[in-house]
């Protein structure tokens, strides 16, 4: 099942205005979409002089989450999320930056629970970007927005440092990079019920075939991250 109908601003990112982010500012101020929605006060903040994420030698996952070292702090509802980072797109790599039910983190197998890709990547398309929303149903079932690949501008290079950013508001969320919409969906009512947990990881493989990594592959999978935040 495909939900709704997704909007594309994909027009907004030229070569001319998103394709390089500017070091993070002032911790206290929000990006303008964010104070536009009425997120003002920064509850989390991760600043990294550099935490680089890697794929396991065995092919495997490595992944940092909210809540990992400070488990008081790892869930939400609503906000705008950001992370600054950067990845590398061998054949084989996932980089994901998502939020996760924290519920079926804590429980094997609910019922239903949430799922909001803030942005991934496969290193067989790296012209391409996902933004995704998911509402798993009954261990099996995927609901997802429709369409939420995105060709990149031809100068975007996701081996520079941007921006990735989530607006989350009740019954909406809105996907950008370096500060520019990209994409937005209507969600469902798990999503709206659901707390989440933010992760970041380097995966290798992906959800097709064409995205097969070797051993070799594998290892050369990197996420380099400089900073997660969240207003609300």
């Not at 950008?176 to 994409?183: F, G, R, T």
């Amino acid at each position: 099942m495909r939900h709704g109908a997704a909007t594309v601003f994909l027009a907004v990112l030229s070569a001319a205005t998103a394709l390089a982010a500017a070091p993070p500012g002032d911790k206290a101020s929000p990006p303008a979409q964010a104070a536009a929605a009425g997120f003002h006060a920064l509850v989390y903040v991760e600043d990294f002089a550099r935490l680089d994420i890697g794929a396991s030698e065995a092919g495997g996952n490595h992944a940092w989450w909210t809540g990992e070292n400070r488990p008081q702090s790892g869930s939400f509802l609503h906000g705008y999320f950001e992370a600054r980072l950067k990845f590398d797109m061998p054949t084989g790599a996932w980089p994901a930056f998502w939020l996760f039910s924290s519920k079926h983190m804590a429980t094997a197998n609910p019922r239903d629970w949430s799922e909001i890709d803030i942005v991934e990547g496969q290193g067989h398309t790296p012209g391409r970007l996902y933004f995704t929303l998911h509402w798993w149903e009954d261990t099996q079932r995927n609901h997802q927005n429709s369409r939420p690949d995105i060709r990149m501008p031809a100068a975007f290079d996701p081996t520079q440092f941007h921006k990735y950013g989530l607006l989350w508001v009740p019954g909406k969320v809105t996907w950008y990079v370096d500060d520019q919409a990209v994409l937005s969906a209507p969600t469902w009512p798990v999503n709206e019920t659901d707390p989440v947990s933010i992760i970041i990881s380097a995966q290798a493989n992906g959800w097709s075939k064409p995205n097969n990594a070797s051993f070799g592959e594998a290892r050369s999978i990197s996420v380099q991250v400089s900073s997660v935040k969240v207003w609300q």
